[in-house]
T-cell receptor, first 110, second 112 residues
Framework: RKEVEQDPGPFNVPEGATVAFNCTYSNSASQSFFWYRQDCRKEPKLLMSVYSSGNEDGRFTAQLNRASQYISLLIRDSKLSDSATYLCVVNTPGTYKYIFGTGTRLKVLA | DGGITQSPKYLFRKEGQNVTLSCEQNLNHDAMYWYRQDPGQGLRLIYYSQIVNDFQKGDIAEGYSVSREKKESFPLTVTSAQKNPTAFYLC???????????FGPGTRLLVL
């Protein structure tokens, strides 16, 4: 089993739609969780950190479910500019290792 | 403007040649990292450094070497021992372990 797993997609959604991605992780000792956005041939950029209580930033909401070992990202009112690959990242304290999922590709269609 | 810079943007390597990728940060971060990204794959850790004059191997260190003589700089050398070096190389930094990583714009390495 991979340490971090994501559905590769692509998720093709119309503008204005709500879309959700999940990411599962295998190490129960993991403590830090992040969602990054990566555009084609560019570096990953932080979208949001994921906190135990869940957090929201505008149209984006992230949740953590420790019992089932997954994190989720919800995007509301999708924009064309949201088209990108979304990377799930998990860190276990003391390791300096950030485990990246292979990413979920989102295409928002006009 | 604080951030991470990488150079060059594109690098061409001949067979048997060593090449060095530059990574500089002015974020005053202690930790720095090198990753490799291949098409359709997640980022894989090559080396990381927790602090100046210290570095540790990641998951795919064979054929690579690094140095950390200054806090701001963490260059990566791709040696001739790395048989499949064509990839997108990303440098990152964080204040410390577990904190947000910030990435440079990357270097694409191609073999001639």
């Amino acid at each position: 089993r991979k340490e971090v797993e994501q559905d590769p997609g692509p998720f093709n959604v119309p503008e204005g739609a709500t879309v959700a991605f999940n990411c599962t992780y295998s190490n129960s000792a993991s403590q830090s969780f992040f969602w990054y956005r990566q555009d084609c041939r560019k570096e990953p950029k932080l979208l949001m950190s994921v906190y135990s209580s869940g957090n929201e930033d505008g149209r984006f909401t992230a949740q953590l479910n420790r019992a089932s070992q997954y994190i989720s990202l919800l995007i509301r009112d999708s924009k064309l500019s949201d088209s990108a690959t979304y990377l799930c990242v998990v860190n276990t304290p003391g390791t300096y290792k950030y485990i990246f999922g292979t990413g979920t590709r989102l295409k928002v269609l006009a | 403007d604080g951030g991470i810079t990488q150079s060059p943007k594109y690098l061409f390597r001949k067979e048997g040649q060593n090449v060095t990728l530059s990574c500089e940060q002015n974020l005053n971060h202690d930790a720095m990292y090198w990753y490799r990204q291949d098409p359709g794959q997640g980022l894989r850790l090559i080396y990381y450094s927790q602090i100046v004059n210290d570095f540790q191997k990641g998951d795919i260190a064979e054929g690579y070497s690094v140095s950390r003589e200054k806090k701001e700089s963490f260059p990566l050398t791709v040696t001739s021992a790395q048989k499949n070096p064509t990839a997108f190389y990303l440098c990152a930094s964080s204040i410390q372990d577990g904190e947000t990583q910030y990435f440079g714009p990357g270097t694409r390495l191609l073999v001639l």
